[in-house]
């Protein structure tokens, strides 16, 4: 009898020592949401290592879509965003959950395609390549997810003049989900897929896609955080996620940034000018 | 805790069962008062587990009443059962004591002393932390008299408790039940063995088709049955 | 950066081990002192796990990382049982032994609920737990905790549903004496689930099986947060989407063989207690 009883306790302790463990640093911590691609590619495991030793504040990423990821600070359960479709971002300060919008860092989107190149893509710039994939019913791969890339790639096919919401067809496929998800979508079905290039540089599992387009102008892909506004959401970690803010737009957090290599490629380029909006 | 009350006389007037259509016991009239073992004979489906069940409380009768010590309440304050085959707790034997006397309102304190008392009492001190259900057949039924007993009943009711054990089983489970009813506690037992009876009996009840059919001591119901049912049954005739 | 350090600490703590050559009886042994010292590391967890190296590289270094994970996802599933069995057992033998009108259709209902989606678990609880939602002060969104209670919502119905199975079944052998020895209703209930224990722990490695192999609640109320809230499933399905595929599938296996010495090493211990028990 006493036995059991003990068995009993001692199992109840351990299942509540073994989580309780984990989550000791509650006081020194913060909730970002951010992208799946700032996520796949590695980054935050770079720089966040970086930023606690500096600080000693916990960073807890939550790695969403762009448009999810500010949905998440519309609710209050994040501090900061940390994300990239300008649009969505200055929609969301205007709606007053954020305090001020700064420019963090920059890369570029590229179009990713199969090595075969059914619809002829490579050498074009991306608005004839876009309208090319349409006219040939090539296999393309949509985050269809309101992310950051999502939304680009529906203004890409905007400035291609295709209007997609009536031209696609069993080719485009919208998979709803993140960044590495649609290149192992479109790796396996030898379709072309829209990336931003820190996650393709660090993606593992290319089969035979490759880059069909880069260095157009309107790839461009612009980062952006903001602090969630706390007099909306009382909850929010007002210093912390200050400081966070800070250290990513200050010159120490933009070498960092600047220093994140995969094969000796500088993934993301850091270009915050401290006025913001 | 357990107060003053008693269990006896147990009092069935005009107490029926039946079972949808079939009729089970028909109209008994039963007094059962302290002083030597009753038992219960007859033929398979004559109602004597039906009988005993009733007389337990486990089972409430269609109609009629029945009243333990002039209470009609069938809650078991002093009276103890022990089943034809016996359900072991899934804990040493002594354990299985101890929680006949937990439940039976015995202080904590007690529970371990009085445990092994009642295994000696059936001769099953050698036996104390071996695992119940590992237990033989007959040391089962000993170890089920251990639990009843643990309620220091007046009243104990067993249901063809060596029906199926062996000759030595039988006799020590015999000598347990002999030695309780010496003690004063009244028994009340049905039998299918008819030396049985002869051993134990103080006075028979005969039961055929539900109805209570024969009352007497053991030698006159033995040797000169009133009834044409009762000379049948003895005679080793079908009953039906 | 990162990855020299994390090879370091291992060679530093190979070191120290003296795991090296030493035969496999003594790594377990080694291996669990190792665990110890890499709990304080640990919580301070130094990253993601470096994916150059294969599953059965990081196992073998003693990756913290990945120790992280392994103790974080069995530490949930494990508190999810408990609180589950604590809940599940005594609703489940309340509903085998008592009757009462409606009482057939909690049964199926509790059933179907064996079959609750784990995704719209997660989302339920996340628009619960939501600093917007009804219990955001409570503030455990994006927490172990959270974690806690999804999987033990999923996990409920199974253990309830199934002790309920086995009491009943319990219930028709023991009823009869029960009621001569005047047991309590409450007293019934203890009896019977303490000797229906064998079977029992079935109802609890199923349960454990399904929160341990489950991502969807996880992943929602969690967030698969790298250093805290990412379990072996979550793992497995973040490195798949980083297109990680052997690495995802090795996390994969060692969940797996996991959970298999768990499942082993319960049914040894019932079996073996069974015999000493009859």
Same mark, same amino acid.
């Given at each position: 009898?006493?036995?059991?009883?003990?068995?009993?306790?001692?199992?109840?302790?351990?299942?509540?020592?073994?989580?309780?463990?984990?989550?000791?640093?509650? *006081?020194?911590?913060?909730?970002?949401?951010?992208?799946?691609?700032?996520?796949?590619?590695?980054?935050?495991?770079?720089?966040?290592?970086?930023?606690?030793?500096?600080?000693?504040?916990?960073?807890?990423?939550?790695?969403?879509?762009?448009?999810?990821?500010?949905?998440?600070?519309?609710?209050?359960?994040?501090?900061?965003?940390?994300?990239?479709?300008?649009?969505?971002?200055?929609?969301?300060?205007?709606?007053?959950?954020?305090?001020?919008?700064?420019?963090?860092?920059?890369?570029?989107?590229?179009?990713?395609?199969?090595?075969?190149?059914?619809?002829?893509?490579?050498?074009?710039?991306?608005?004839?390549?876009?309208?090319?994939?349409?006219?040939?019913?090539?296999?393309?791969?949509?985050?269809?997810?309101?992310?950051?890339?999502?939304?680009?790639?529906?203004?890409?096919?905007?400035?291609?003049?295709?209007?997609?919401?009536?031209?696609?067809?069993?080719?485009?496929?919208?998979?709803?989900?993140?960044?590495?998800?649609?290149?192992?979508?479109?790796?396996?079905?030898?379709?072309?897929?829209?990336? *931003?290039?820190?996650?393709?540089?660090?993606?593992?599992?290319?089969? *035979?896609?490759?880059?069909?387009?880069?260095?157009?102008?309107?790839?461009?892909?612009?980062?952006?955080?903001?602090?969630?506004?706390?007099?909306?959401?009382?909850?929010?970690?007002?210093?912390?996620?200050?400081?966070?803010? *800070?250290?990513?737009?200050?010159?120490?957090?933009?070498?960092?940034?600047?220093?994140?290599?995969?094969?000796?490629?500088?993934?993301?380029?850091?270009?915050?000018?401290?006025?913001?909006? | 805790?357990?107060?003053?009350?008693?269990?006896?006389?147990?009092?069935?007037?005009?107490?029926?069962?039946?079972?949808?259509?079939?009729?089970?016991?028909?109209?008994?009239?039963?007094?059962?008062?302290?002083?030597?073992?009753?038992?219960?004979?007859?033929?398979?489906?004559?109602?004597?587990?039906?009988?005993?069940?009733?007389?337990?409380?486990?089972?409430?009768?269609?109609?009629?009443?029945?009243?333990?010590?002039?209470?009609?309440?069938?809650?078991?304050?002093?009276?103890?059962?022990?089943?034809?085959?016996?359900?072991?707790?899934?804990?040493?034997?002594?354990?299985?004591?101890?929680?006949?006397?937990?439940?039976?309102?015995?202080?904590?304190?007690?529970?371990?002393?009085?445990?092994?008392?009642?295994?000696?009492?059936?001769?099953?001190?050698?036996?104390?932390?071996?695992?119940?259900?590992?237990?033989?057949?007959?040391?089962?039924?000993?170890?089920?008299?251990?639990?009843?007993?643990?309620?220091?009943?007046?009243?104990?009711?067993?249901?063809?408790?060596?029906?199926?054990?062996?000759?030595?089983?039988?006799?020590?489970?015999?000598?347990?039940?002999?030695?309780?009813?010496?003690?004063?506690?009244?028994?009340?037992?049905?039998?299918?063995?008819?030396?049985?009876?002869?051993?134990?009996?103080?006075?028979?009840?005969?039961?055929?088709?539900?109805?209570?059919?024969?009352?007497?001591?053991?030698?006159?119901?033995?040797?000169?049955?009133?009834?044409?049912?009762?000379?049948?049954?003895?005679?080793?005739?079908?009953?039906? | 950066?990162?990855?020299?350090?994390?090879?370091?600490?291992?060679?530093?703590?190979?070191?120290?081990?003296?795991?090296?050559?030493?035969?496999?009886?003594?790594?377990?042994?080694?291996?669990?002192?190792?665990?110890?010292?890499?709990?304080?590391?640990?919580?301070?967890?130094?990253?993601?796990?470096?994916?150059?190296?294969?599953?059965?590289?990081?196992?073998?270094?003693?990756?913290?990382?990945?120790?992280?994970?392994?103790?974080?996802?069995?530490?949930?599933?494990?508190?999810?049982?408990?609180?589950?069995?604590?809940?599940?057992?005594?609703?489940?033998?309340?509903?085998?032994?008592?009757?009462?009108?409606?009482?057939?259709?909690?049964?199926?209902?509790?059933?179907?609920?064996?079959?609750?989606?784990?995704?719209?678990?997660?989302?339920?609880?996340?628009?619960?737990?939501?600093?917007?939602?009804?219990?955001?002060?409570?503030?455990?969104?994006?927490?172990?905790?959270?974690?806690?209670?999804?999987?033990?919502?999923?996990?409920?119905?199974?253990?309830?549903?199934?002790?309920?199975?086995?009491?009943?079944?319990?219930?028709?052998?023991?009823?009869?004496?029960?009621?001569?020895?005047?047991?309590?209703?409450?007293?019934?209930?203890?009896?019977?689930? $303490?000797?229906?224990?064998?079977?029992?722990?079935?109802?609890?490695?199923?349960?454990?099986?399904?929160?341990?192999?489950?991502?969807?609640?996880?992943?929602?109320?969690?967030?698969?947060?790298?250093?805290?809230?990412?379990?072996?499933?979550?793992?497995?399905?973040?490195?798949?989407?980083?297109?990680?595929?052997?690495?995802?599938?090795?996390?994969?296996?060692?969940?797996?063989?996991?959970?298999?010495?768990?499942?082993?090493?319960?049914?040894?211990?019932?079996? $073996?207690?069974?015999?000493?028990?009859?």
């Amino acid at each position: 009898m006493a036995s059991r009883r003990s068995f009993v306790a001692l199992a109840i302790l351990l299942g509540i020592a073994s989580v309780s463990a984990s989550s000791f640093a509650e *006081d020194r911590a913060i909730v970002v949401a951010s992208t799946t691609s700032t996520q796949d590619s590695g980054l935050f495991a770079y720089l966040l290592p970086i930023f606690k030793a500096k600080t000693g504040i916990e960073v807890k990423v939550i790695a969403q879509g762009t448009g999810q990821a500010l949905d998440t600070a519309r609710r209050g359960d994040a501090d900061v965003v940390f994300v990239h479709a300008k649009p969505q971002e200055e929609k969301f300060l205007a709606e007053g959950h954020g305090v001020k919008r700064f420019d963090v860092m920059y890369n570029d989107f590229l179009l990713i395609g199969p090595k075969s190149d059914p619809a002829g893509v490579k050498g074009k710039d991306i608005a004839a390549a876009l309208r090319a994939i349409a006219a040939k019913d090539a296999p393309f791969i949509s985050r269809g997810d309101r992310s950051g890339t999502h939304a680009a790639e529906l203004a890409l096919w905007k400035e291609a003049g295709v209007d997609i919401a009536a031209a696609k067809g069993p080719w485009y496929r919208e998979i709803g989900q993140g960044m590495g998800a649609a290149l192992n979508t479109a790796s396996a079905m030898s379709g072309y897929v829209l990336s *931003d290039r820190g996650t393709w540089i660090s993606f593992r599992n290319r089969g *035979d896609l490759d880059i069909v387009v880069e260095g157009d102008m309107r790839l461009f892909n612009q980062y952006g955080a903001m602090l969630v506004n706390p007099e909306k959401h009382p909850s929010v970690k007002k210093e912390l996620g200050q400081a966070f803010v *800070d250290w990513l737009i200050s010159p120490e957090g933009q070498a960092a940034i600047a220093g994140y290599q995969i094969d000796g490629q500088q993934l993301f380029v850091p270009d915050a000018d401290k006025k913001g909006s | 805790m357990r107060g003053p009350l008693s269990d006896l006389p147990l009092v069935l007037e005009g107490v029926s069962l039946q079972a949808g259509a079939t009729t089970i016991l028909d109209r008994i009239c039963l007094t059962i008062a302290p002083g030597a073992p009753t038992l219960i004979v007859g033929p398979n489906g004559s109602g004597k587990t039906s009988l005993l069940r009733l007389c337990m409380g486990l089972a409430a009768p269609t109609s009629g009443r029945i009243s333990w010590g002039s209470r009609t309440d069938p809650t078991p304050t002093r009276r103890a059962f022990v089943f034809q085959r016996p359900v072991m707790l899934r804990r040493a034997a002594a354990a299985n004591v101890t929680y006949a006397l937990a439940q039976a309102g015995a202080p904590r304190s007690q529970r371990t002393v009085r445990a092994a008392a009642l295994l000696g009492r059936v001769g099953l001190a050698n036996r104390a932390q071996r695992p119940a259900r590992l237990l033989s057949g007959g040391e089962q039924q000993r170890l089920a008299l251990a639990r009843a007993l643990a309620r220091d009943p007046e009243l104990l009711l067993l249901d063809e408790p060596t029906a199926n054990l062996d000759p030595a089983a039988t006799r020590a489970v015999e000598e347990i039940v002999l030695a309780a009813a010496q003690s004063g506690i009244k028994i009340v037992m049905a039998s299918h063995d008819l030396g049985q009876v002869r051993r134990l009996a103080g006075e028979v009840l005969f039961l055929a088709r539900g109805r209570l059919c024969e009352r007497a001591g053991t030698s006159d119901f033995l040797d000169h049955p009133s009834t044409p049912e009762a000379r049948a049954f003895l005679r080793g005739d079908l009953v039906i | 950066m990162i990855r020299p350090i994390l090879t370091a600490c291992c060679v530093l703590d190979r070191k120290k081990a003296k795991v090296g050559s030493q035969s496999r009886k003594t790594i377990t042994e080694e291996g669990l002192h190792l665990l110890a010292r890499r709990l304080a590391v640990a919580c301070y967890s130094i990253g993601t796990m470096p994916d150059h190296l294969s599953a059965l590289q990081l196992i073998l270094t003693g990756d913290p990382a990945l120790i992280a994970i392994v103790r974080l996802s069995l530490g949930v599933s494990f508190a999810a049982v408990v609180l589950a069995a604590a809940i599940g057992m005594p609703i489940g033998a309340l509903l085998a032994l008592t009757k009462f009108p409606g009482r057939t259709i909690l049964v199926v209902l509790l059933n179907a609920m064996m079959g609750l989606p784990p995704v719209v678990v997660g989302l339920a609880l996340y628009l619960l737990l939501s600093r917007s939602g009804p219990l955001g002060d409570l503030g455990i969104l994006f927490t172990p905790t959270a974690m806690v209670v999804a999987q033990t919502v999923l996990i409920l119905p199974i253990i309830a549903a199934l002790t309920r199975q086995t009491v009943e079944d319990l219930w028709v052998e023991y009823r009869d004496e029960l009621s001569a020895m005047n047991v309590a209703a409450v007293g019934r209930m203890t009896t019977l689930l $303490w000797d229906a224990r064998f079977s029992l722990l079935t109802a609890l490695l199923a349960g454990f099986g399904r929160a341990a192999a489950e991502v969807g609640a996880v992943m929602i109320v969690g967030g698969n947060i790298d250093g805290f809230t990412r379990t072996m499933t979550t793992a497995v399905a973040l490195e798949t989407s980083k297109g990680n595929l052997p690495l995802a599938m090795g996390l994969g296996a060692v969940l797996i063989l996991i959970v298999l010495a768990i499942n082993a090493i319960a049914w040894g211990t019932g079996v $073996w207690s069974q015999r000493l028990t009859g």
